[in-house]
């Protein structure tokens, strides 16, 4: 099967480059929002188009391969992961950047057989960084390998997370306590790009140490995540065990003592499960 999902992962590559022209084309026309589950959740046509584009041209070449993408599962599909070939797309990681034209937007595909990840790609299209990772290949940016800091004393880190509103105060607080237990440890800082799939990017290229969030999901985190692990860096669950995808967290690190020190410091409050049933 090696080779076959080696075409999988050229095919989806080159559907992914395509997916980043549309979006930079979109940006230079009027962006037109729409709400989700909340004013800070947004849609655009851009989002949908962008999935279109990719299931389709995937579909048309693999058939029998299953999707979770975050479009179709806002309209209703299922969410639960199987042991198919499954493609797990996020069309634009960073919405909110993309209506700022803030410049972290990405494309994150993550490719599953039997539940394990089996190739990961992130395009950072505005930036022009093609992120890309097969299971024990390494990690490349733009063809050309990356690695994790190898950073191992959290003082001298910089973290990465996201804030939004939350709607339920104690999530709210607790997202503010995360913040401040980390920046106390001390860090060197905490930056937030907007898109969890360049987050982990970045951690897997040395430019951050660590990255942790409560409140994602699947979409967003199973193409960087083929990427970190292959860069060398550590990923797991905010409890401190093995990483779940569908648990809709994660820290990632670029050594365990970092991820060990954030999960240590922060506190989880409770964000479902992408494959809980509804
Ligand atoms: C969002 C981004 C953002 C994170 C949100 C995600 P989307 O993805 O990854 O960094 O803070 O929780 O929903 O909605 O733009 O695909």
Not at 87 to 114: A, E, L, Q
Request: hydrophobic letters at 40%; a negative charge.
């Amino acid at each position: 099967m090696a080779d076959e999902w080696q075409r999988c992962m050229d095919h989806g590559v080159e559907v992914t480059q395509q997916a980043g022209k549309l979006i930079r084309e979109a940006l230079e026309r009027d962006v037109a929002v729409m709400q989700k589950s909340s004013p800070v959740d947004l849609v655009t046509e851009t989002d949908q188009r962008v999935e279109q584009l990719i299931i389709t041209s995937i579909r048309e070449k693999y058939p029998t391969h299953s999707f979770i993408g975050e479009e179709s599962v806002a309209a209703g599909a299922s969410s639960v992961l199987t042991d198919a070939p499954t493609w797990i797309i996020d069309p634009v990681d960073g919405t909110t950047n993309f209506v700022h034209r803030f410049p972290f937007v990405s494309v994150s595909v993550g490719f599953t057989v039997n539940k394990e990840i089996e190739f990961g790609i992130v395009y950072s299209c505005i930036e022009d960084k093609m992120y890309t990772a097969r299971r024990g290949k390494g990690a490349f940016c733009n063809g050309v390998p990356i690695k994790v800091s190898g950073q191992q004393d959290t003082t001298q880190s910089l973290v990465l997370t996201e804030t939004g509103f939350k709607k339920d105060p104690e999530h709210f607080k607790t997202m503010m306590g995360n913040m401040e237990a980390v920046l106390s440890i001390p860090v060197h800082g905490i930056r937030s790009p907007g898109s969890a799939a360049v987050n982990m990017c970045m951690v897997a290229s040395g430019a951050a140490d660590a990255y942790y969030h409560m409140g994602i999901h699947c979409w967003d985190m199973a193409g960087g995540a083929a990427i970190l692990t292959e860069a060398g860096g550590v990923i797991m669950d905010t409890s401190g065990g093995p990483f779940d995808l569908m648990s809709r967290r994660l820290i990632v690190a670029s050594s365990r003592n970092i991820a060990d020190r954030v999960a240590m410091a922060i506190t989880e409050f409770p964000c479902g499960r992408d494959d809980a049933e509804s």
